[in-house]
């Protein structure tokens, strides 16, 4: 019970700096104004705001953002599972890895 204790907080952990480092490069704002054009596009082509569901919006919206993911962040966040993956399997402890 302790090891879904401890995943939980490193998943915890890891969300947090996944939420971190968008912000910091300015992702969100950059996919915030994304879902904006979008849905203007939509509203000038003569859909509803009640008619665009969040599904329309996200399949609008999803390929760009995957592309806009900056190539750093994907490297380190790589590399931090890859290592964690390690250190669960017992190839190394902490003190062993680059965090």
Known sequence: MSQNKTTFVDEESFKSLVCRRLLECGWMDEV???????????????????SITEEDLFND??????????DTIKRELKVK???????TAGYFDETDSES
């Open 32 to 50: 915030t104004m994304l879902c904006k054009e979008k849905l203007k596009d939509r509203l000038s082509k003569g859909q509803t705001v009640k």
């Open 61 to 70: 919206v999803a390929p760009d953002a995957r592309r806009m993911l900056p």
């Open 81 to 87: 599972v890859q290592n964690k993956l390690l250190q």
